[in-house]
């Protein structure tokens, strides 16, 4: 069993700054993809970034120069740095995980979520 657990939310000004982090923990063998999503109320979960194992990240065009992905490998954790934060970035923030467990099982495992507010 692989558990995420996620911290960084809150409350922000327009034009503030978060850092979101998702630790994952349990019978890890290796991780390959790392990568964040959001929910807005009323709207479908969308991909925010991603960043393979060799470092490799991708963004959703809108959020380009704004935010930022990295990990740290030794942590089995992946952050998410958020810069210039507009109201339109309010949503529930979901980290993913996708490696394998020990056994060479793989898992795709998806965080709490953790609430991001930006308030104008």
């Known amino acids: 069993q692989v558990q995420l657990v996620e911290s960084g939310g809150g409350l922000v000004q327009a034009g503030g700054s978060l850092r979101l982090s998702c630790a994952a923990s349990g019978r890890i063998f290796s991780i390959d993809a790392m990568g964040w999503y959001r929910q807005a109320p009323g709207k479908q979960r969308e991909l925010v970034a991603t960043?393979?194992?060799?470092?490799?990240?991708n963004y959703a065009d809108s959020l380009k120069g704004r935010f930022t992905i990295s990990r740290d490998n030794a942590k089995n954790t992946v952050y998410l740095q958020m810069n210039s934060l507009k109201p339109e970035d309010t949503a529930v923030y979901y980290c993913?995980?996708?490696?394998?467990?020990?056994?060479?099982?793989?898992?795709?495992?998806w965080g709490q979520g953790t609430l991001v507010t930006v308030s104008s």
């Open positions: 960043i393979t194992s060799g470092g490799i990240t």
């Open positions: 993913n995980i996708r490696g394998f467990q020990r056994g060479l099982r793989a898992f795709d495992a």
